[in-house]
C-alpha cells in the first residue's frame, strides 16, 4: 500500500464518521515547502468518543487500529494510529487540543489535495509555527529544516504579522527571527583573506 493509498483510505473513512479533519506535520511541511522522504501521516481530528470509535471500528484487517489506544487519547486529547502492515508509514490521528493555538489551526485549514486526494491542510504558516514549536521541545534539527523550507517557498505569500504574533506566544520568537535572517542573507562565498 503506498502513502496515497493509506491517506484516501483514513480521510474516506473520517468523512464517513462524519470527523471534521486537518493534515498536518511533515506531510504539511513538504506540501507548502521541500518535499522529504521519510514522514507519517498526522492527522489532528475534531470530534466526540462515538464517532472516533465509529471511525475506530470501520478498520477491518489487515489495519490494525486499538480501540484502548483511541478511548485512551479521547480521555487525554493524545493520539492513536492507524497501521497497515503493507505500508511503511503510519497515520496518527491526534485530538486537537484545546489551547488556542491549536483551536485557532484547526479553523484557519485550508482545502488542497495531497497525493491525488482532497484534504484539509494546516496552513503554511501554522505549519511553520508548529514545527518550530516542535523542535523546541523535542531538540529536533528536522523541525526547523522543515520550517525552513516552507520559509523559502512560500516567503511573498505569507502572513508574516500572524508568524510573528504566534511565535511569541508559542515562545519560538528567537528561532524564527534566526530563519528570516537566513533567508535574507544572501549566500556567502569564500571570505578572501
Not at 505549519?127 to 525552513?148: F, H, V, Y
Amino acid at each position: 500500500m503506498t502513502e496515497a493509498e493509506m491517506l484516501d483510505q483514513v480521510v474516506q473513512r473520517l468523512r464517513k464518521s462524519r470527523i471534521p479533519f486537518m493534515v498536518v506535520g511533515s506531510v504539511a511541511s513538504s506540501f507548502h515547502g521541500e518535499p522529504r522522504l521519510s514522514f507519517d501521516i498526522d492527522i489532528v481530528v475534531e470530534a466526540d468518543q462515538p464517532r472516533i470509535l465509529e471511525f475506530v471500528r470501520s478498520f477491518d484487517e489487515p489495519f490494525y487500529v486499538s480501540e484502548e489506544a483511541a478511548r485512551e487519547a479521547i480521555a487525554r486529547r493524545g493520539m492513536f494510529n492507524v497501521v497497515h502492515p503493507d505500508c511503511d508509514q503510519k497515520a496518527d490521528i491526534i485530538l486537537c487540543k484545546r489551547d488556542d493555538f491549536n483551536r485557532g489551526e484547526f479553523a484557519r485549514k485550508v482545502p488542497a489535495v495531497v497525493w491525488g486526494v482532497p484534504v484539509d491542510l494546516a496552513t503554511p504558516e501554522d505549519t511553520i509555527l508548529a514545527k518550530l514549536a516542535w523542535g523546541k521541545r523535542s531538540g529536533s534539527e528536522r523541525q526547523r529544516n522543515d520550517a525552513m523550507g516552507i520559509l523559502r517557498a512560500q516567503q511573498s505569500s505569507l502572513d508574516m504579522e500572524y508568524l510573528k504574533r504566534w511565535a511569541v506566544d508559542l515562545g519560538v520568537e528567537e528561532t524564527l527571527d534566526r530563519l528570516l535572517r537566513e533567508l535574507a542573507s544572501p549566500p556567502t562565498g569564500r571570505e578572501e583573506s
